[in-house]
Each structure stands twice: as structure tokens, then as C-alpha cells.
């Protein structure tokens, strides 16, 4: 349900513009959702990037802050991850979600996702290489 895109290769402090393409209403039935992109690099932990809440609210991983730009388009069932400045430790694939028992582990009450949730969606993700 979730099919991200816009990944590739950059040279550092470039941009990039990463889309996720939702399908289905995930979040039918509950009154607010949260959606967010996490990364993983060769070697590394999964870490959160940013999310996204229906409130409009937003949250950042401290090493993107300033440089990258979560936002959805709910007439067109797209999240996206605007990525400027670069730098190669961006170097990840990267992954959509729309699973708010991960995103609440990763941002607690920071972001609204709903409680009762217990599901969890993700996309099959997409490499960014920055050199």
C-alpha cells in the first residue's frame, strides 16, 4: 500500500525529493494518523527521519533538522521528504511508514498517532546515495 520513489544519487549538498504513493485508507476509522520516513544505512540501526501528523504537526531526527522537509498531500495520497544540503551520511535507503507503534517509539507524544493503532505499513524502500 505504501510504494516510495525519487531515490538516486546525488553529489553532497545537493537535493533530492523523495515521494510515497499511499493506497488504501489506512487510517480509516480513527480520527487522526501519522505517517514518517526512516532510513537505514549498511551496517546501521533503522532511524527515524521525520514524521508527519493529520494535525500538521512535524518532527525531526537532530541530524536533518534545517535541511530536510516532510509534507503530505492528502488530495493526492502522497507523502513526501524533501532532502537539501546532502551530505554522505544521508547515504541510506530509505522507507516510508505509516506505522504509528514504531513512529510513537521513535518521537513519543511528539507527534499525534493514534494509541489504539496496531499496525504497521511500509513501503519497500528507496536508495539515496550521496557522495
Known amino acids: 500500500q505504501l510504494v516510495e520513489s525519487g531515490g538516486g544519487s546525488a553529489q553532497a549538498g545537493g537535493s533530492l525529493r523523495l515521494s510515497c504513493s499511499v493506497s488504501g485508507d489506512i487510517y480509516n476509522g480513527y480520527s487522526s494518523y501519522c505517517m514518517g520516513w526512516f532510513r537505514q544505512a549498511p551496517g546501521k540501526e533503522r532511524e527515524g527521519v521525520a514524521g508527519i501528523d493529520s494535525g500538521g504537526g512535524a518532527h525531526y531526527a537532530d541530524s536533518v533538522k534545517g535541511r530536510f522537509t516532510i509534507s503530505l498531500d492528502n488530495a493526492n495520497n502522497t507523502l513526501y521528504l524533501q532532502m537539501n544540503s546532502l551530505k554522505p551520511e544521508d547515504t541510506a535507503m530509505y522507507y516510508c511508514?505509516?506505522?504509528?507503534?514504531?513512529?510513537?517509539?521513535?518521537?513519543?507524544?511528539?507527534?499525534?498517532?493514534?494509541?489504539?493503532?496496531?499496525?504497521?505499513?511500509w513501503g519497500p524502500g528507496t536508495q539515496v546515495t550521496v557522495s
Open positions: 511508514a505509516a506505522d504509528p507503534v514504531q513512529i510513537r517509539l521513535w518521537v513519543g507524544s511528539n507527534l499525534a498517532c493514534p494509541r489504539r493503532a496496531h499496525f504497521g505499513y
